[in-house]
């Protein structure tokens, strides 16, 4: 059967139309005339505005109309009119709104094309672009953008290119041969794909060596260490953070879900409060009696009681957990991360972390939000792979326990493998949240993509542009951003996940 | 269940496998990681004991000059110093630390009132267009959706503020009107008409506010016996009716007190009543008020005529009388000229040098400074309704939002509305055909349908990943401090460096954030939990 023999049955009729589109409510009606009026005016203002684009675009609506209603009462509708009936002129409400968008749409590209293109500079001669953009009534200066592309994308690491071609080349080295061994059978369980793996596995820690470098300058080492909070910035900084935090928060995340997750023993009821009640005890002599003496402000008494709170916390551990301490202790570090902003962990990580590290350790910027981003993707990660974990039908363990499998081997051999699969999706997209989310080291100071962008407009040559850098930035997030989803989507359609 | 369960391993009675006894295992492995963690912590307080040590004694300075770490929240008793810009209640150099983290947090609880019904209203238009039959409308929202989650929300906000608001919104001289409703868009801000309560009408605001408050509960409670009773209660029509009582009731309880704001005018000034500052006004233009804006339309009265001419008046910044007085002015057509002072003692020495010929405020400013000349009680209304008029150098009257607190909610508000959108949509398509399909064969109306029949089950998987985008969207007002808005981040990171502390403000805003997502999120594990026992 035909899709036209299909249609074709519906009888079209006046009167049922007129009613469902116009007549079956008074607000319909207004609606409908209210819309037409204001179809009419903006339409209309758009003619005197752009005439040569909005002819052709209201002759095409009106001849597709009569083609479609056409095709409609004649019962000969092609997959064409078909489509135009479902997807454009559903109702004549729907009719006036896709000419509205039609027409909205061709403004809005026709503003943006001139001043993108037509009005635009692509000179990086701040004079010529000047004098251009000035001449035409509002145009880009692309200028500040492809004079700036370097530092955008890899900022001082432009000294040191080969860093960069290397970590290239060796992903484009190991892609090559992926392609074909990971799709073909043949090699399914050969060593060759076994050896493939590990160095994908290796491949961020290599590139991290290539990028940072190891050892003194000068000698025969090509990738001796160079200082990172100099020369790393730009999209370069951005990558390097998100794949940092992603990798070195994995182990850490793994762990915190198994924790979170675990149902051993707790600690008995009698041993926690017994511990709660002694340790209370015993500070409020040591601790509580000599500061209440001395208190002076509320925020004194405060810290006077604070011993008070030990049996408050033995309660909450007790009922909460059942008194399993790496639960609990998982769950306090799990929510307390994610109960707060991102850029809290990020100043606490600038201005705290060295308080808590002995002599001797400075990490530097680079490194210190290298730790608070992977704390806090840590605390993402293992929700999602306590998703994972949770998906695991119950049989899954009991085969294993039948199989008389040790702990460590049911887990690493039959439940992670499993769950890890089902969150690959997830772990993509709280990639592509990381990825974003370095936007925030503009904020205390590290040149990344965000803060290059921002700081171009301060540039001799370029100063108060910021549009231009701007877009360029939101179109290469939204380009990455973009393709990662992509592919995590399809990723979800290969494993069957999206199915739920 | 990923569970280890005790009753499946481990059942022999040797000595060996009962050391393996899974019970056995999780005691030691507990103990073991109790020790660790002991450990760890033990550790980092060494560390952090030694490294406090080196920043000085300073840091935890009490009162009688000793050092302790009970000390350490003093400070934030002492003069905060620095200015912020926008606040919610009185704030000025001179008060605490606390004081200043307060003004933050208000600023905080602003842009998320503001934040939370915006972002659910953009997010369900945007939802419900997702699922539009118009190819157009679907396309443009999917767009919408799909640019604004792959992107930074920090670069959205830095190009609403630097972009939209600074390049393409006009300056603030030449903010035009919205379709002739007074709202301008400049790049100082929006400002907007807005309903002011004169101290007459403060009753009338709180029964309104609590008619509105108590009209939903009734409303709530009358769906609940509707729910479970399938008779018609008429929920929205009792909540109007008892919304529109309490201001029935509330307006013929306020508005009987004596006024309290006053007009002050010179020794020898020929105002005595405010009627008389009309004639006044006319006598020194030559023309009759109704027809000045004709007048200085068609050339025939000179701007430096007005100006000469024009009332002349002094008033404290943003008082309610300021409000007041200048409506009624408006309304008898009198030009005036503003100048408005920051504190009251300026205002007082403005108006004995004679800057101005009539002075407005609140009779009890009034009675503590005034010192020569009379004061003239002010008629007053319940409610003034408050338009924004530009006047010097900047929009007086009405309400507004400066352009930062404008850029973050614009930018929180388009964020978190894609989120929502998406949210929404996944909501509506997870309720299956058979259920529309059901609904139509019973002869349901499509309003109906929608109401009874797929919205309920709806709401069940759209509200809890709905209030997370709440708690998102007040996690993220901390990116204020991208644009200058003085949120509670943004406060806390000023004392940081006023103050040279980072441990006692960084700990403080932590554990604010981390006590509104616990209790958002317990709240949610809560109405989890009673959604999913209805299911069964």
Redesign the interface.
């Known amino acids: 059967m035909t899709v036209n023999t299909m249609k074709a049955k519906r009888k079209f009729d006046m009167g049922t139309f007129i009613r469902a589109n116009i007549t079956k409510s008074p607000l319909l009606a207004i609606w409908t005339v209210a819309l037409a009026a204001f179809a009419f005016w903006f339409v209309g203002r758009s003619m005197i505005a752009r005439p040569l684009l909005t002819i052709p675009v209201v002759i095409a609506w009106a001849a597709t109309i009569i083609w479609m209603v056409r095709a409609e009462i004649n019962k000969t509708h092609s997959p064409t009119t078909l489509w135009l009936k479902?997807?454009?002129y559903?109702s004549i409400t729907?009719a006036l709104?896709?000419l509205i968008?039609?027409v909205a749409?061709i403004g809005f590209l026709v503003g943006f094309i001139t001043y993108a293109f037509f009005n635009a500079s692509f000179s990086e001669d701040p004079a010529i672009a000047k004098e251009v953009t000035e001449a035409g009534q509002l145009g880009a200066r692309w200028g500040s953008v492809t004079q700036n592309l370097e530092n955008l994308l890899v900022f001082s690491m432009k000294t040191e290119m080969y860093r960069i071609w290397a970590s290239i080349g060796l992903l484009v080295g190991l892609s090559i041969p992926s392609l074909i061994i990971f799709r073909s059978a043949k090699f399914n369980r050969s060593l060759i794909r076994r050896i493939l793996t590990w160095l994908w596995i290796a491949s961020p820690f290599i590139i991290f060596f290539f990028l940072r470098g190891v050892g003194e300058a000068g000698g025969s080492n090509p990738f001796y260490a160079i200082d990172t909070e100099q020369l790393w910035g730009g999209l370069l900084l951005s990558l390097i953070l998100s794949v940092v935090a992603i990798v070195a928060s994995f182990p850490l995340g793994v762990l915190l879900a198994?924790g979170r997750?675990?149902?051993?023993?707790?600690?008995p009821w009698w041993l926690t409060y017994g511990t709660a009640a002694l340790l209370t005890a015993y500070l409020i002599v040591t601790f509580t009696l000599p500061?209440l003496e001395?208190?002076?402000?509320t925020?004194?008494y405060i810290?006077?009681l604070l011993p008070l709170l030990i049996p408050l916390i033995a309660l909450f551990f007790q009922k909460g957990f059942k008194g399993?301490?790496?639960a609990g202790?998982c769950t306090v570090f799990i929510?307390?991360i994610?109960?707060?902003?991102l850029?809290?962990l990020l100043?606490?990580g600038i201005?705290?972390l060295?308080?808590?590290?002995?002599?001797g350790w400075e990490p530097n910027k680079i490194g210190r939000v290298m730790v608070a981003m992977t704390v806090f993707s840590a605390a993402y990660l293992a929700e999602n792979i306590r998703g994972g974990?949770?998906a695991?039908p119950?049989g899954q363990?009991?085969a294993a326990?039948s199989l008389g499998l040790s702990?460590y081997t049911k887990y690493t051999k039959i439940?992670l493998p499993q769950?890890l699969r089902i969150v690959i999706p997830a772990i993509v997209g709280q990639f592509?949240g990381l990825f974003?989310?370095t936007?925030?080291v503009?904020?205390v100071g590290l040149s990344d993509l965000?803060n290059v962008a921002?700081r171009i407009s301060s540039q001799q040559n370029w100063l108060t542009i910021?549009?231009e850098p701007?877009i360029f930035?939101?179109v290469v997030?939204?380009v990455v951003?973009?393709a990662m989803?992509w592919y995590s989507r399809r990723l979800e359609k290969q494993l069957g996940v999206g199915v739920r | 269940?990923?569970?280890?369960?005790?009753n499946?391993?481990g059942s022999g009675n040797s000595l060996t496998s009962k050391l393996f006894d899974?019970?056995v295992?999780?005691?030691i492995?507990?103990i073991v990681?109790?020790i660790l963690?002991i450990l760890f912590f033990a550790?980092?307080a060494r560390?952090?004991v030694?490294?406090?040590g080196k920043l000085g004694d300073a840091q935890f300075a009490?009162?009688?000059g000793t050092s302790?770490?009970?000390?350490?929240?003093?400070f934030?008793?002492g003069a905060a110093a620095f200015e912020i810009d926008e606040q919610s209640i009185p704030y000025d150099t001179s008060d605490s630390y606390w004081r200043a983290l307060l003004v933050g947090a208000l600023n905080t609880l602003k842009v998320s009132a503001w934040g939370i019904p915006l972002t659910t209203i953009v997010g369900v238009f945007v939802g419900i267009t997702l699922l539009s039959?118009?190819?157009?409308?679907k396309t443009?929202s999917r767009a919408y959706v799909?640019?604004f989650r792959?992107?930074?929300?920090?670069?959205q906000l830095?190009?609403i503020f630097?972009?939209l608001f600074?390049?393409f919104l006009p300056k603030v001289d030449e903010a035009g009107s919205l379709l002739g409703i007074p709202i301008y868009f400049s790049n100082r801000g929006v400002s907007f008409p807005s309903l002011e309560f004169m101290p007459n009408g403060q009753l009338l605001r709180w029964l309104l506010l609590g008619g509105f408050v108590v009209g939903l509960i009734v409303w709530y409670v009358l769906s609940r016996i509707s729910y479970n009773t399938g008779r018609d209660t008429k929920g929205p029509f009792v909540f109007l009716g008892i919304l529109v009582l309490s201001g029935i009731i509330g307006w013929l309880l306020s508005g009987n007190n004596p006024s309290t704001q006053s007009i002050a005018v010179p020794d020898g000034s020929a105002v005595g009543v405010f009627d008389d500052i009309a004639p006044l006004v006319e006598a020194r233009l030559g023309i009759p008020l109704e027809d000045v804006e004709g007048a200085l339309a068609d050339g025939s009265l000179s701007a430096d005529a007005l100006e000469v001419g024009q009332l002349t008046v002094c008033s404290t910044l943003d008082s309610a009388a300021e409000t007041n007085f200048i409506e009624k002015l408006v309304d008898a057509n009198i030009p005036y000229d503003m100048s408005r002072a920051p504190s009251s003692k300026r205002f007082f020495r403005e108006f004995d040098a004679g800057d101005c010929e009539i002075a407005v405020a609140e009779t009890t400013v009034f009675d503590e400074g005034l010192t020569a000349g009379s004061v003239l009680t002010l008629d007053e209304p319940r409610t003034v309704l408050s338009i924004p008029r530009f006047i010097g150098r900047n929009f007086i009257g009405g309400g507004s939002f400066s352009a930062m607190f404008a850029a973050l909610l614009l930018g929180l508000v388009l964020n978190t509305g894609a989120s929502v959108a998406e949210i929404v949509r996944a909501g509506i398509q997870s309720v299956s055909k058979g259920q529309t399909e059901a609904a139509r064969a019973l002869g349901l109306s499509e309003g109906q349908r929608l109401r009874l029949v797929v919205l309920p089950q709806a709401l069940k998987v759209i509200i809890p990943p709905l209030i997370s985008q709440y708690l998102n969207l007040i996690?993220?007002s901390?990116?204020a401090?991208?644009i200058g808005y003085a949120d509670f981040?943004s406060v806390t990171?000023t004392i940081?460096n006023q103050s040279g502390r980072?441990?006692q403000p960084?700990l403080i805003?932590?554990a604010t954030?981390?006590t509104?997502?616990?209790s958002i999120?317990s709240f949610l594990n809560w109405y989890n939990g009673r959604v999913r026992l209805k299911e069964r």
């Open positions: 479902g997807n454009l559903n729907n709104l896709s968008l039609v749409i198994l997750q675990s149902k051993i023993n707790g600690v500061n001395v208190a002076e402000t925020g004194n810290y006077a399993n301490v790496m202790a929510e307390c994610r109960g707060v902003p850029i809290t100043f606490s201005l705290l060295q308080l808590f590290l002995p002599d974990l949770q695991i119950r363990y009991e326990d702990t439940v769950a592509i974003k989310d936007s925030l503009a904020l965000l921002r910021r549009t701007f930035i939101f997030y939204f951003s973009y989803a | 269940m990923a569970d280890i369960d005790p499946t391993t899974i019970r295992i999780g005691v492995a507990q990681f109790v963690t550790w980092l560390n952090t030694s490294n406090l009490c009162g009688d302790d770490y009970r000390c350490a929240y003093n934030m008793r039959p118009n190819w157009f409308v443009i799909d640019l792959n992107t930074p929300l920090l670069v830095f190009m630097f972009i600074a390049a996690k993220n901390s990116l401090i991208a981040w990171n940081v980072a441990l960084i805003a932590m954030y981390l509104i997502s616990l999120s």
